[in-house]
């Protein structure tokens, strides 16, 4: 969780030794600023009171800052969404494996104007051209269950992958390679391609220090 609140209401960010109050449930919160992980906000005990929330590391911070901090960890009910636009669309980043009980659950939580945005790099190499489609050997099969679009950020600069459909048990994929920054402006990013947040992911990756926090 990036962002707290103060005792006005106020969004924060963490700081060494900071404490504030989570958004969603109002309890108590601490930062955490170590040198290995971004820095971030926890509850007490580091559980958290949205069961839906995943460690962030660089890359969720990278889609995050495409967007206002407006936009970023807006509470809806019991969860915080990564992302709602200013149109209430909202996008759900997603890196780590999730199960399809919890795919079909957030879908239904957050409707059909939700969309994925999923983190492919660490398996995009299984991912190959065919004939007419693409091939996903050793296919996660939970994303079978989605109903909601989903794009796959492979680490290409320019582009996502939007997979329109799975077949054979998600072994075969029809999709197609759209503009990431057509995609950004749609959903009303403030970002230029002189400010790519994921240039800077990959700049800050080739300087050794992938774990710190971006900073503005």
Known sequence: ??????????????????????????????????????WHWSHRGDTDCDPWSEHEGPWHLAWKDYFLPSEREVVIGPHRADIRTKAGR???????????????????????GMVWVVDATPFWKNIKKGACDYVWNWARKSWLSARNPIYFDSGHPDKLFRVLN??????????????KYQWLRFFGSHVTLTSDPIERLHRMHERDIYATRPQH
């Open 90 to 112: 909202v996008i759900e980043l997603q890196h780590s494996s999730i199960s399809a009980e919890e795919i079909c659950e957030r879908e239904e939580f957050y409707g059909r």
């Open 166 to 179: 799975f077949r054979k048990n998600g072994r075969y994929i029809d999709a197609c390679w759209g503009c």
């Open 1 to 38: 969780m990036i962002y707290a609140k103060d005792e006005d209401g106020k969004r924060i960010e963490p700081w060494p030794g900071g404490e504030g109050q989570c958004p969603t449930c109002g309890e108590q919160v601490i930062a955490k600023c170590g040198s290995i992980n971004c």
